[in-house]
Each structure stands twice: as C-alpha cells, then as structure tokens.
T-cell receptor, first 118, second 112 residues
Framework: GAVVSQHPSRVICKSGTSVKIECRSLDFQATTMFWYRQFPKKSLMLMATSNEGSKATYEQGVEKDKFLINHASLTLSTLTVTSAHPEDSSFYIC??????????????FGPGTRLTVL | KQEVTQIPAALSVPEGENLVLNCSFTDSAIYNLQWFRQDPGKGLTSLLLIQSSQREQTSGRLNASLDKSSGRSTLYIAASQPGDSATYLCAVLNTGGFKTIFGAGTRLFVKA
C-alpha cells in the first residue's frame, strides 16, 4: 500500500520558537494533503487541506498565520507551527490522497508527530 | 454540517467474542467511509475503505457495511483477540468541500 512518512516523529521545543513538520508521500503523488490535530483521548480534528501548488484551505478556528502550510511538490507538504506555545502541544497527523490514481480517494496517513512545547 | 457519531464510546469484551461497532453520519453526500485502528500514542492504520457505491468490504476477521441512505456503517469483528484492543475510528470523506470528518472513536478492550 501507499506510504506516507512524517518527520520528526517527536519534537520538544521552547515556547516562542517555530517548528516545522514534514509530510511525504513515498511512492505516490499526493495531489491533496490534509493536516489533522489530535488532543489526548480525542478524535482527529481537520486543520487544513492543501493542494499542490496552491494555498491551503483552513478550517474555521484554525489560525493560518500560526499554522503555515506549504505544499510545494506532489510528494511533500510542510506544517510550520510559528511562535509555539504550550497550548499548541498536540499530536499532528497528515494524510495524503492521489485523486488521479483511481484508488477511490483513499487516504493514507502518516505516523504522526508529537509536539511538546515547554 | 457533517457530524459523525460512534457508539459505543468504549467496549470491553472477553476474548473470542464477536462484536459490532457502530458509526452514523448526518450527510449522505460522501465519497467514501474508512475504518481505522489507532493504538495509544500511535498513528492510524487503515482497516477498510468502502466507496459510496458499495455496501460492504471484508478483510480477514473484519467486515464493514455501509448504508448510505440511512447514514450508518458497522464494523464487525469476528472472534476477537487481545491484540484487537485499540481505538477504532470511522471517517467519511465529504463530497462537499472534499474534507474528512472523523468520529470520536470506540475504545475496545479484549480481555484474555
């Protein structure tokens, strides 16, 4: 099956710093990528949808200046948490779809990145 | 606005029991519905994907059904094992806006 990787898997940073998380589709072209956030013992909350070469579409309540998303190529999307604060600590998961593949819009998920802001 | 509900929120069963997890959604305009498994602190493992035109999918001991008109899906797990203990999430991919909405999950514990 298709593989999506995320890097780093875990990051601890000081309050006020920026953190970049990478999401890569390893063996397919991801026309669309999604970024989710998951709080402990809660479900996944969609943050934004990104299509290669265009600006991301953010969900209501998600600050686009705080969570910068770049989908510069068909295999890479990045999420940058700017000026991170302790309340940004969470589990961030990306997923990818290749809408041209005929796989029925199946989403393939990365393993997630655990961000802890001190 | 699409809402996805999973019942029960938690379930504890003895090993060997067959069980059913339920998922309901309010808007039937979907591309597909996926069932996932998530172990504590880990990412998602896709179990089954049902397209909107399909009624069910099977993989090993798992069978998922979809009734789009009533907004329901079930995940049937046969002969449960302790290794099945995890949180099971269902998610629908909406046609409107092309976004995925997740249910809150069912935490399953299978006792040996």
């Amino acid at each position: 099956g298709a593989v999506v990787s995320q890097h780093p898997s875990r990051v601890i940073c000081k309050s006020g710093t920026s953190v970049k998380i990478e999401c890569r589709s390893l063996d397919f072209q991801a026309t669309t990528m999604f970024w989710y956030r998951q709080f402990p013992k809660k479900s996944l909350m969609l943050m934004a949808t990104s299509n290669e070469g265009s600006k991301a579409t953010y969900e209501q309540g998600v600050e686009k200046d705080k969570f910068l998303i770049n989908h510069a190529s068909l295999t890479l999307s990045t999420l940058t948490v700017t000026s991170a604060h302790p309340e940004d600590s969470s589990f961030y998961i990306c997923s990818a779809i290749d809408i041209t593949s005929g796989s029925g819009n199946e989403q393939f998920f990365g393993p997630g990145t655990r961000l802890t802001v001190l | 606005k699409q809402e996805v509900t999973q019942i029960p929120a938690a379930l504890s069963v003895p090993e060997g029991e067959n069980l059913v997890l339920n998922c309901s959604f309010t808007d039937s305009a979907i591309y597909n519905l996926q069932w996932f498994r998530q172990d504590p602190g880990k990412g998602l493992t896709s179990l089954l994907l049902i397209q909107s035109s399909q009624r069910e999918q099977t993989s090993g001991r798992l069978n998922a059904s979809l009734d789009k008109s009533s907004g329901r899906s079930t995940l049937y797990i046969a002969a449960s094992q302790p290794g099945d203990s995890a949180t099971y999430l269902c998610a629908v991919l909406n046609t409107g806006g092309f976004k995925t909405i997740f249910g809150a999950g069912t935490r399953l514990f299978v006792k040996a």
